[in-house]
């Protein structure tokens, strides 16, 4: 069998004339394209693979399901292998024309031809692992899953793990690098963040005793110059897990790889794609490989566009019309809330009078009315894919050049900060709630937050 990465978390199992091609993400949309790539780079496109009997999405997330890679792949795929239970993964292949579908069982070995075995494991609603065993063979895909003990306990025992391929890097968190913090500060809650990630790895390498670890799963990179130190903020590389693992169980086995590499399980021997080790000997390495590749590849532009705010301010009075016959959050409803949009030449301020239903544009107004409880920044481009539905506040977020900053003192988690900006943000735009309503009725009913929005009415006058 050979075992080829393909890029961030998709892995192709190829034997005997049969493929496995897991959670495509190739091709970045116009959106996406204006401040990622995937790196290390390689060139991709619908003759890659060749034909591609089964193929296989862990989870919902545009990186392991992405529309427009499915849309370019599409004439070549066979069979679709999904985690069940899963109506909206489902129905995002189906519009595709993709119906050849089999629907996985938690835990359920599924026969496939040629003797190959899939079994799909999972512990929440959302994400899911994949075990493939093939020519004698176990292969596990771990993608970002977080699979709890117990589940990890139940693979353990009925698979024997020869190739572990598991997530190296939480750096794909939305918390903390959106909450406004020093940089000094955001580098701390990261950094407790992939400690704290890593050493759950650790225990699932404890638990599984596979015979390799082979760290993967992120590839998603900053390219805009003055982002590029984001890909680096309190992360490990594939290289540093590899040298942080091996300190600390040096009977472990650990290869690292990159896109175009292919493990040939026969001889286990990786045949390179390149003979540059582009994630580099240490992080610092792997940021200035990151911006040699920025300053010579012609596909890259360097510099964000925001856009221009004369031509988007009839776009932002035409939303707020339409907004404002709607409630909005409960913590924004009779709030007063400050919208900067950020273009190329200079930024606006607008102010939403959730309570008057009114948008305010003149700043003197706008200083008779108080503190508002939360101001957002963002650049034009950004509003525009926003209300446009194009992209959804949780995927536009990833941009990181929305920034937020709430009008009263906050003692609250990261991540129950970083629920609260998003939160907002979709309450903003006015798309449908896409938290799970028990995490918005926990976030909600947190008396610090409705403390907060009490403080503001009062000192509005509400």
């Known amino acids: 069998m050979q075992i080829e990465y393909v890029t961030h978390a998709s892995l192709s199992l190829r034997s005997r004339g049969i ?34 009997d089964y193929v296989y999405s862990s ?47 938690n835990g359920k070995p599924q026969a496939l031809r040629n003797g190959i075995e899939v079994t799909s494991y999972w512990s929440d609603a959302v994400d899911s692992a994949l075990v493939v065993r093939m020519d004698g063979i176990t292969v596990l895909h771990q993608n970002d899953c977080v699979l709890d003990t117990d589940t990890l306990k139940e693979v353990a025992k009925r698979y024997a793990i020869d190739y572990a391929f598991v997530w190296y890097t939480s750096s794909q968190s939305l918390s903390p690098l959106l909450l406004p913090r020093s940089e000094a500060e955001l580098d701390r809650l990261a950094q407790t963040r992939e400690d704290a990630n890593f050493l759950r ?32 903020i309190g992360r490990l590389t594939p290289v540093t897990f590899k040298e942080r693992l091996g300190a600390l169980r040096p009977e472990q086995r650990c290869t690292v790889v990159q896109p175009g590499d292919i493990i040939d399980t026969e001889s286990d021997a990786v045949q390179r794609y390149r003979d540059t080790n582009l994630w580099g000997s240490d992080l610092r390495s792997y940021l200035d490989n990151i911006a040699e590749y920025v ?34 959050a409960q913590h924004l409803e009779g709030q007063f809330v400050a ?10 301020s607008y102010w939403i009078d959730t309570q008057g239903k009114k948008l305010i544009t003149d700043p003197y107004e706008a200083s008779h009315r108080g503190n508002p409880i939360l101001k957002v920044t963002m650049p034009v481009i950004a509003f525009l894919w926003l209300i446009s539905k194009k992209w959804d506040p949780f995927h536009i977020l990833f941009c990181r050049r929305i920034e937020f900053d709430f009008g009263y003192p906050l003692s609250m988690a990261p991540n129950d900060e970083t629920l609260l900006y998003i939160y907002s943000l979709v309450s903003i735009v006015d798309y449908n709630l896409q938290l799970e309503p028990s995490e918005v009725t926990r976030l909600l009913a947190a008396s610090r937050i409705q403390n907060v929005a009490s403080r503001a009415m009062a000192a509005s006058g509400g």
């Open 295 to 328: 300053r010579n590849d012609p596909s890259v532009d360097p510099k964000f566009v925001c856009g221009d705010l004369e031509a988007v301010d009839a776009q932002v009075h035409a939303h707020f019309r339409k907004r404002f016959e709607t409630p909005f």
């Open 201 to 232: 790895q650790v225990e699932c390498i404890d638990i599984l005793k596979p015979k390799v670890v082979i760290p993967y799963s992120m590839t998603m990179t900053y390219v805009n110059a003055d982002q590029i130190w984001l890909n680096g």
């Open 59 to 105: 989870h919902i997330h545009l990186d392991h399901s992405h529309p427009e890679t499915l849309e370019v792949l599409k004439n070549k795929i066979g069979t679709v292998l999904l985690p069940g239970k899963r109506p909206s993964l489902e129905r995002r292949y189906r519009e595709l024309g993709l119906n050849d579908i089999i629907l996985l069982e």
């Open 19 to 52: 493929t496995i091609l897991t959670d495509p993400f190739y091709f970045f949309d116009e959106i996406a394209g204006a401040f990622l790539r995937h790196f290390p780079p390689r060139h991709i496109n619908a003759d890659t693979f060749g034909r591609l």
């Open 339 to 348: 919208l900067t949009l950020r273009g190329d030449a200079g930024e606006r």
